[in-house]
């Protein structure tokens, strides 16, 4: 394979990511427990824990979990948003050799079954803000052994007991787990019992990190240690040109608003801020964007990764642009295509170029990125990282010419080992050589950038002409009066599917023949939409990308479809 991307990378950047120096995750957090044992590493609600508390309390949290006889392999799933108690939980799943179920804190009753029968998960550390949720679910699941969390356990006693008593009146469904453990009191516990370290291998399963399930049913991607490892390593070679702009004073850190259950957050915000010894500032409530803008205003922060809704919302924020960008090195954009109107807007404000990547959970987190010494946004996702390569090929699986598109294939270490207990679903999406196929549409242009298309599934058929949503969306999202938007195509007897725009707009007065002239002086006929509908809010994923499919779906269940 012709690596043409590798002409691009910046000076000093390797074109492969080596492995061989950890033979597990856990092998390389405990280096940074030992290295770091007196920084900070996670803050949350302005109380921090260093990485020796992290070291200590993982290790009861485990001896607990050993003492109530899990074995090395058993799944223990994780419901919870960015509190301390997550990046406890998760290393005690890590060292102990579990395999830890990343679950979306906001799934329904029927979500969250069926994650936990499919995991087989034995035991769930979950937030009581949601223990009424897993009341519902447990009774048709395996799981036996049920620790609950609240807000103010880690936040020291006055301060946590204030914080339960407010979040317990207005935030917490009345919910009954018999038998229940308390993370407070697992701890406790765990202090009496002994840890039995695990050889673990890099081999052996780390993370199974659920798919949306936006397409069917959600599958759990399978994560090794080693895949980790690759990811990690990967994304800290990536950055060193950002880590060397002398932007970062002290130790590096980190806003990290993105949920820690979705892989892009966990892998590039929280695994690489550990190993580079940085300090995570954990926001449990990113939607609260006043409350978001207040706290990022306490720290000189180096590193902010968000999708585009939350850099919209941000640069939208009247109080975002008053806060310090003087330590902001690298703002990272991934999870949904940035918009170039949102781009401009961020770049006007904090003089930090969004650097767009592109990953997904089959491939633990970033797998393409724009190089981290960028000066602008390119509107491109960026070259293929260290150690990954990338094909793009037409509907029979043959390679395409560069600059023609076709589905982006990729073969790389961080790349799953396949679905959980799925062999048919993982043999849909695997080549022959390896190579995992994405079901997005981009193209590769002579120096190696990628350029996403758009989903295959989303693409709009107009009259025999291919219409992109992600292109009739940047476009749109220049108009001043809109705030936020979605395309999605609608069956149409004339020209088989229309274009269907829905919008935010960001002040009162805005009119259809408005926005109609302006898709008419930017976008060729059969791109313009059909079909304009005004919303006062969008539907999201809880990683804040826009749910194109909720909305076709509910236009198609008004045509009576």
Same mark, same amino acid.
């Given at each position: 394979?012709?690596?043409? !991307? ?9 074109? *492969? ?18 290295? /770091? ?17 992290? *070291? ?54 029927? =979500?969250?079954? /069926? ?37 103010? @356990? ?12 407010v979040v317990r009146r207005k935030m917490v469904p009345a919910w009954s787990l018999p038998g229940h453990t308390t993370f407070k009191a697992a701890l406790a516990e765990g202090a009496g019992k002994p840890f039995t370290a695990p050889t673990i291998q890099r081999e052996d399963i780390a993370i199974l990190q659920y798919t949306g399930g936006t397409t069917g049913v959600s599958k759990g991607a399978i994560l090794t240690h080693r895949a980790l490892l690759a990811a990690v ?27 820690? &259950? ?35 205003? +306490? ?119 396949? &679905? !959980? ?23 590769? @242009? ?24 992600? =292109?009739? =969306?940047?476009?749109?999202?220049? /108009? ?11 069956? @149409? ?20 023949? /408005?926005?109609? +002239? ?14 304009? =509908? ?18 076709? *779906? ?8």
């Amino acid at each position: 394979m012709d690596k043409i !991307w590798l002409n691009s990378y910046p000076p000093g950047v390797p074109g *492969d990511v080596d492995v061989s120096g950890y033979e597990s995750l856990a092998a390389l957090f405990e280096e940074s427990y030992k290295k /770091h044992a007196n920084d900070k590493a996670y803050v949350c609600m302005d109380k921090a824990i260093t990485f020796g508390d992290i *070291d200590r309390m993982s290790r009861l949290f485990a001896a607990w979990l050993q003492a109530k006889g899990l074995k090395q392999g058993d799944r223990v799933a994780i419901m919870l948003p960015n509190v301390l108690q997550y990046p406890v939980a998760l290393a005690a799943v890590i060292r102990a050799g579990f395999i830890a179920v990343n679950v979306n804190p906001l799934y329904t009753p029927r =979500e969250l079954e /069926h994650q936990l029968k499919d995991s087989g998960a034995l035991a769930i550390v979950v937030l009581e803000n949601f223990a009424s949720v897993l009341q519902q679910a447990l009774p048709k699941t395996q799981v036996k052994h049920v620790v609950v969390a609240s807000m103010g @356990d880690m936040l020291g006693a006055l301060k946590g007991a204030i914080v339960n008593f407010v979040v317990r009146r207005k935030m917490v469904p009345a919910w009954s787990l018999p038998g229940h453990t308390t993370f407070k009191a697992a701890l406790a516990e765990g202090a009496g019992k002994p840890f039995t370290a695990p050889t673990i291998q890099r081999e052996d399963i780390a993370i199974l990190q659920y798919t949306g399930g936006t397409t069917g049913v959600s599958k759990g991607a399978i994560l090794t240690h080693r895949a980790l490892l690759a990811a990690v390593l990967a994304s800290e070679a990536w950055l060193q040109p950002a880590m060397a702009s002398g932007k970062i004073q002290g130790q590096l850190v980190s806003i990290c608003a993105l949920p820690l &259950y979705h892989v892009f957050a966990l892998v590039s915000v929280a695994f690489l801020a550990l190993r580079l010894g940085g300090v995570c500032i954990l926001i449990p409530n990113p939607r609260d964007i006043p409350g978001l803008v207040k706290e990022m205003g +306490k720290y000189r922060f180096n590193t902010f990764p968000a999708v585009n809704t939350l850099f919209n919302a941000l640069v939208n924020n009247p109080d975002f642009a008053k806060l310090d960008f003087s330590g902001l090195a690298v703002s990272n954009g991934g999870g949904m295509a940035v918009q170039e109107a949102v781009a401009k807007k961020w770049f006007a404000i904090t003089g930090c170029p969004i650097i767009e990547g592109y990953g997904l959970s089959e491939t633990s987190s970033g797998v393409t990125c724009n190089r981290a010494d960028s000066e602008k946004f390119t509107g491109t996702i960026g070259l293929p990282m260290p150690g990954v390569e990338i094909k793009i090929l037409d509907d029979d699986g043959n390679e395409v010419k560069h600059g023609d598109p076709g589905e982006i294939a990729i073969r790389a270490p961080m790349n799953m080992s396949g &679905y !959980w207990q799925r062999p048919d679903e993982t043999a849909k999406v695997m080549t022959a050589d390896g190579f995992f196929r994405s079901g997005d549409i981009g193209t590769m @242009d002579d120096d190696g950038y990628l350029r996403i298309v758009d989903r295959k599934k989303d693409m709009i058929l107009v009259s025999g002409f291919n219409v992109y949503p992600n =292109e009739i =969306e940047a476009a749109m999202a220049e /108009h001043p009066d809109v705030l936020e938007c979605a395309v999605v195509g609608l069956p @149409d007897s004339n020209s088989g599917e229309k274009v269907a725009l829905y919008v935010v707009p960001n002040k009162p007065g805005v009119t259809k023949e /408005h926005l109609s +002239k302006f898709a008419e002086a930017n976008l060729a006929g059969y791109k313009r939409p059909k079909h304009i =509908e005004f919303r006062e809010t969008l539907p999201k994923t809880n990683v804040g990308k826009i749910l194109r499919r909720e909305l076709r *779906d509910e236009a198609m269940k008004g045509q009576g479809k």
